[in-house]
């Protein structure tokens, strides 16, 4: 068995040949807000994402996870890239293809090395309860910002990340400082207020969990702060400081592959909304959902060219899609009739 510190810089080392931008080590006991995360649960502010209220046992605890495990691997991936020139947008997470399986592969190749090395490992990329960003933080990635993300000192805060827990014993990175200072610029954008105070999110008011989580109707109140977002936003990413470094992903299928104008997408059928997202984060979503979403920024900044195609849409057996088309065609109707 290597001594402990080689054998960390060699499994870094690994990390970062597999193509991870950067790699770092925390023990198994890593300092965790557990009464902050209860809290936040207990708050309601997770909305209707049920799964953060599960397995908290080994969520808050990870050693619950893998009884003999000594050190937590965090790995980050960069996926910065410019925001196409196109009608709406999507968060740049979701431009490409997703990030799950691509991850997911490489760390199965990196815990293989591992167990070479007499190691048992648990790979995770949000396949498991494992709070990535505290951890990360702890891990010498970086620190949790006001925005309540991670934020590298070069990558900003566009990384994906993923973890191994092991029962290799490998060095703790030192922990990062909080950079934030007295900037408060993401909570300032947010078009929703969906920061109660710094370092909290309330999900039920961002327009990421908005677009992308929940299921039934937009509540009226946020559809015209959700503006041009049709998947996620990236508001308060984009106006922090930390990503004016941010450098494009070397990652070719993260690159956006382009889109159909907004519009045209509404006349699909199921089957050309799966073919199209294939293999990207936003098949998830499902067609019915993006069309909601479509018609919640047609609202925002469509225009009387876009009125057939909702018409269309409000005649829908789907009454929230019906509603929502509904709801643009008035938006566009009362900016026409402004001469806007
Ligand atoms: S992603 Fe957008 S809506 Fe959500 S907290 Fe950030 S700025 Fe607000
Ligand atoms: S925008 Fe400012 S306050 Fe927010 S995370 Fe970035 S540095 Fe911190």
């Keep these: 068995m290597l001594p402990t510190d080689t054998l960390t810089e060699r499994c870094r080392e690994k990390a970062l040949e597999l193509g991870f931008d950067v790699c770092g080590f925390v023990s198994i006991d890593v300092e965790l807000r557990r009464d902050y995360y209860l809290q936040w649960i207990e708050e309601k502010q997770h909305g209707t994402m049920a799964w953060m209220e599960r397995n908290n046992d080994r969520r808050l605890e990870p050693r619950n996870i893998l009884p003999e495990a000594r050190s937590i691997l965090m790995v980050g991936l960069n996926y910065y890239q410019d925001d196409p020139d196109m009608r709406g947008r999507i968060a740049k997470y979701a431009l490409g293809k997703d990030y799950h399986k691509l991850m997911y592969k490489r760390l199965k190749l990196l815990c293989t ?58 060095s703790p990175d030192n922990v990062e400082n909080d950079h934030c200072g007295s900037c408060t610029r993401c909570v300032d954008i947010c078009p929703t207020n969906a920061f109660p105070t710094p370092y909290k999110l309330d999900a039920t008011r961002c327009i990421s969990y908005l677009t992308i989580e929940h299921q039934g109707s ?107 088309a509904s709801w643009a065609i008035t938006k566009i109707e009362e900016r026409s009739s402004n001469g806007e």
């Excluded at 591992?114 to 648990?122: D, I, L, P, S």
């Excluded at 956006?256 to 907004?262: E, K, M, N, T, W």
């Excluded at 018609?295 to 009454?319: F, M, P, R, Y």
Aim: charged share 25%.
């Design 113 to 170: 090395w591992m167990r070479e090395q007499g190691g048992a490992q648990k790979p995770y990329v949000d396949t498991g309860p494992i709070l990535e960003k505290p951890i990360a933080a702890q891990a010498g990635l970086g620190w949790v910002g006001k925005s309540t993300l991670l934020l590298h000192r070069k990558h900003g805060t566009f990384l994906f990340l993923g973890s191994i827990i092991t029962t290799l014993e490998l």
């Design 218 to 324: 937009i509540p009226v109140e946020f559809r015209e702060a959700i503006g041009d977002r049709i998947y996620g936003c990236d508001d308060c990413l984009d106006v922090c400081p930390w990503n004016r470094w941010a450098q494009k992903t070397r990652e070719s299928k993260f690159h956006f592959s382009g889109l159909p104008d907004l519009a045209d997408t509404l006349s699909w059928t199921d089957e050309d909304f799966s073919e199209h997202f294939q293999g990207t984060p936003i098949k998830r979503l499902k067609f019915p959902r993006w069309k909601r979403n479509v018609c919640v920024v047609l609202g925002n900044i469509g225009t009387t060219a876009d009125l057939k195609v909702l018409q269309s849409l409000a005649q829908s057996d789907d009454e929230i899609v019906a509603e929502h």
